[in-house]
């Protein structure tokens, strides 16, 4: 089994940057296919990136594809989220999760284990 824990969410103005980062432990993360995922107050789950075993693709909902860049440090046990050009819309709790299944799903009843999440808040 492998614990998640995000950091680097926080308050940022409309345009400004996050990178968010979820650290791995109890097994080496390069086992697992990683994805992000995020949650607005009242709405539904929502994927929004996701990273293969070694960092070769990637995967990402078109709401953020070209804002945000998900990446890896397996050395690391780390996996990461930039995000830039925020908008109001990006509002929301955001979680990483792991998977141990191939391909880079979007869906979150695919992956196996969940970070508790954080929250970012993007504000005009």
């Known amino acids: 089994q492998v614990q998640l824990v995000e950091s680097g969410g926080g308050l940022v103005q409309t345009g400004g940057s996050l990178r968010l980062s979820c650290a791995a432990s109890g097994r080496t993360l390069s086992n697992y296919v990683m994805g992000w995922f995020r949650q607005a107050p009242g709405k539904e789950r929502e994927f929004v990136a996701a990273i293969s075993r070694r960092g070769l693709g990637t995967d990402y909902a078109d709401s953020v594809k070209g804002r945000f860049t998900i990446s890896r440090d397996n050395a690391k046990n780390t996996v990461y989220l930039q995000m830039n050009s925020l908008k109001s819309e990006d509002t929301a709790v955001y979680s990483c999760?792991?998977?141990?299944?191939?391909?880079?799903?979007?869906?979150?009843?695919?992956?196996?284990?969940w970070g508790q999440g954080t929250q970012v808040t993007v504000s005009s």
């Open positions: 999760a792991a998977t141990w299944q191939t391909g880079l799903p979007a869906r979150s009843s695919a992956y196996d284990y």
